[in-house]
């Protein structure tokens, strides 16, 4: 016979066994696709995920907006059914990101591109359009900037309006509503924007072939006096408050442009206004591709995941006429589409970076 102690232990043994067995058929359970990542990409996302939730017998798919960075971290926590079997992302995975990937067990990873978009600063339609270069913006946002006098040295921004910047921009106080550190809005808009305006500078172009951390530092670090407001990673109250306030500036994707036109209007940037054409053709300075990655260890144990990727990648979506043009999204080329679509439906693992 056992006596009390080895009941009790059995008792112990068999509620640890009868939780674990549940916690494991819960997460087998999930039945619906899990996404994260870029607000940029969102939009985007749902507009499939409600068209393949409507037309399919699957789930329409979980969706949150946690931003580029925030939602490739959550990817790569690694493969048990917690983690997400998507993430959008509005720049490519970087090295770092995807190393971390392997170590944590997420091994095989397919990167799909879908289109591109345009980086906008828009102001409210009550506003003059400003008419900005990118020398313009890394003089007014930048942390540190060359030195007024002449001098090659770098001084804490000392500029409080936009005609300080540039005597033919308006007195306007510089306040420029945009995406925090996690978004990869901001990361795009950094490289592209501030990083343009910073390399018109001879000097300072010439500091990245001496010291390329330093040279990021000048151009990716934004001022933390007002002048640049972090508004998280929602660009629809961006857009509020741009309404409400129409001195105020605001970053996001061109994407949210199109569908607030009524609202808002983009700047035009090196004598280029931010539209559908300009950006498809390369001519718009501050655009970028669009991604979402997969995390193949889900496909076969969550349902739906080769389904959804059938209609994200179909001609009736991200197509020249497609429901995402209509959206603002910007189509890739044909061998691109047909490129991608065949990384897709065929989970061809990304090799590297």
């Known amino acids: 016979m056992?006596?009390?102690?080895?009941?009790?232990?059995?008792?112990?043994?068999?509620?640890?066994?009868?939780?674990?067995?549940?916690?494991?058929?819960?997460?087998?359970?999930?039945?619906?696709?899990?996404?994260?990542?870029?607000?940029?990409?969102?939009?985007f996302a749902t507009v499939v995920a409600e068209t393949f939730g409507r037309?399919?017998?699957?789930?329409?798919?979980?969706?949150?907006?946690?931003?580029?960075?925030?939602?490739?971290?959550?990817?790569c926590d690694g493969t048990a059914l917690n983690t997400p079997d998507i993430t959008n992302a509005s720049r490519r995975i970087k090295k770092t990101e995807f190393d971390r990937c392997l170590k944590n067990g997420?091994?095989?990873?397919?990167?799909?591109?879908?289109?591109?978009?345009?980086?906008?600063?828009?102001?409210?339609?009550?506003?003059?359009?400003?008419?900005?270069?990118?020398?313009?913006?890394?003089?007014?946002?930048?942390?540190?900037?060359?030195?007024?006098?002449?001098?090659?040295?770098?001084?804490?921004?000392?500029?409080?309006?936009?005609?300080?910047?540039?005597?033919?921009?308006?007195?306007?106080?510089?306040?420029?509503?945009?995406?925090?550190?996690?978004?990869?809005?901001?990361?795009?808009?950094?490289?592209?924007?501030?990083?343009?305006?910073?390399?018109?500078?001879?000097?300072?172009?010439?500091?990245?072939?001496?010291?390329?951390?330093?040279?990021?530092?000048?151009?990716h670090t934004l001022r933390e006096d007002g002048a640049y407001i972090e508004a998280g990673e929602n660009d629809n109250l961006i857009v509020q408050k741009l309404e409400a306030n129409p001195h105020r500036l605001g970053i996001f994707g061109f994407s949210f442009l199109d569908q607030n036109c009524d609202i808002i209007k983009g700047a035009i940037i090196d004598g280029v206004a931010p539209e559908f054409e300009t950006i498809a053709d390369g001519s718009y300075p501050i655009s970028r591709p669009l991604f979402f990655y997969v995390k193949n260890a889900h496909v076969g144990k969550v349902p739906g995941i080769p389904e959804y990727l059938r209609e994200f990648t179909a001609e009736k979506a991200w197509g020249a006429d497609g429901y995402l043009a209509d959206k603002g999204l910007i189509p890739m080329p044909d061998k691109e589409r047909e490129k991608f679509r065949h990384d897709a439906l065929n989970l061809v693992p990304l090799g590297g970076l």
């Open 2 to 43: 056992f006596n009390t102690s080895a009941r009790l232990f059995c008792l112990s043994v068999t509620v640890a066994g009868l939780l674990s067995w549940s916690q494991c058929s819960f997460a087998a359970d999930r039945d619906y696709i899990y996404i994260v990542g870029s607000s940029t990409v969102y939009p």
């Open 55 to 75: 037309t399919t017998h699957f789930k329409t798919p979980k969706i949150e907006s946690t931003g580029s960075g925030g939602g490739l971290k959550l990817f």
């Open 106 to 219: 997420v091994k095989k990873i397919t990167e799909i591109k879908i289109g591109y978009d345009g980086i906008v600063i828009a102001s409210s339609v009550r506003a003059p359009r400003m008419k900005l270069s990118r020398r313009d913006i890394f003089l007014a946002l930048a942390k540190r900037v060359p030195d007024p006098s002449g001098a090659e040295r770098l001084v804490p921004n000392p500029y409080t309006t936009w005609k300080d910047v540039n005597s033919s921009l308006p007195a306007e106080k510089i306040e420029v509503l945009g995406p925090p550190p996690t978004s990869g809005t901001r990361d795009a808009f950094v490289e592209l924007a501030m990083e343009g305006g910073a390399r018109t500078f001879e000097w300072i172009n010439a500091i990245k072939k001496k010291d390329r951390n330093h040279y990021k530092e000048i151009c």
